[in-house]
Nanobody
Framework: QVQLVESGGGVVQPGGSLRLSCEAS??????????VGWYRQAAGKERELVAT???????NYEDSVKGRFTISRNHVKKTVYLQMNSLKVEDTAAYYC???????????WGQGTQVTVSS
């Protein structure tokens, strides 16, 4: 069992920046065996992928965030980060941390953190 705890959400003006963090924990957790990332869900819309990062550092981004968002992970801290720059109103959503085991494909989700971009 893996627990994911997000932090760093909040309210920011268009063009501003936020950094989300997600710390993973659990009995015998081997962080390197998980693909980790972020999804988001805006009001009235389906949850969508934002970005993922593999153990080897390979990244994948949703097209609308490329060049503005950067995902990274710290294996010692068992934490995944999402640096969000040049935020837009349409980035407003609940952001969810995600982890998937590379062998059995079991998935885990955090509780979500709200990001609101508004002037």
């Amino acid at each position: 069992q893996v627990q994911l705890v997000e932090s760093g959400g909040g309210v920011v003006q268009p063009g501003g920046s936020l950094r989300l963090s997600c710390e993973a924990s659990g009995p015998g957790l081997i962080f390197a065996r998980y693909v980790v990332g972020w999804y988001r869900q805006a009001a009235g819309k389906e949850r969508e992928l934002v970005a993922t990062v593999t153990d080897g550092g390979g990244t994948n981004y949703e097209d609308s965030v490329k060049g503005r968002f950067t995902i990274s992970r710290n294996h010692v801290k068992k934490t995944v980060y999402l640096q969000m720059n040049s935020l837009k109103v349409e980035d407003t959503a609940a952001y969810y941390c995600y982890a998937m085991h590379i062998m059995d494909r079991e998935e885990y989700w955090g509780q979500g953190t709200q990001v609101t971009v508004s002037s």
